[in-house]
């Protein structure tokens, strides 16, 4: 019985090798024949050569996230244009009037996003 999970087992075994190995070598090797002289100016945070001027942890403005989200959105609506190009053969008009309607409802959600101003940055 317990061969039948001797393959999984070995997965698993590899598995943790491969993702724990090279992590603890990495670390173990640069302890060994590295050399440590750490200041100040080594464990300081780097951002472009200054010192940080803002906490890292400062709040994005809402339409930050927005936009993020609309450009989600359209960039999938092209995603879903080229598979249904390749097949518009063998779909027929069927595929063609559902596809159709799928732009005709993002094209009034985009009319919609506009008008609201949704897409203004200011």
């Known amino acids: 019985m317990l061969e039948n999970y001797f393959p ?9 090798a491969v993702g724990v190995l090279p ?7 640069s302890r060994l024949l590295g050399v440590h002289r750490p200041d100040s100016e080594k464990n300081s945070p780097y951002e ?21 989200i609309l450009f989600i959105l359209f960039d999938l ?15 027929g008009f069927f595929g063609f009037a559902a596809m159709v309607m799928f732009l005709a409802i993002l094209t009034i ?3 919609y996003e506009w008008k609201k101003g949704a897409l203004e940055w200011e």
């Open 109 to 111: 959600g985009f009319i």
């Open 77 to 91: 609506e092209i995603a879903f244009l080229f598979p249904w190009a390749v097949v518009l053969q063998e779909i």
């Open 48 to 68: 472009c050569g200054f010192e940080a001027f803002e906490d890292a942890r400062m709040k994005f403005d809402v339409r930050y996230y927005l936009i993020a």
């Open 8 to 16: 999984i087992l070995m997965f698993v075994f590899v598995g943790l």
């Open 23 to 29: 992590i603890m070598m990495g670390s173990g090797l």
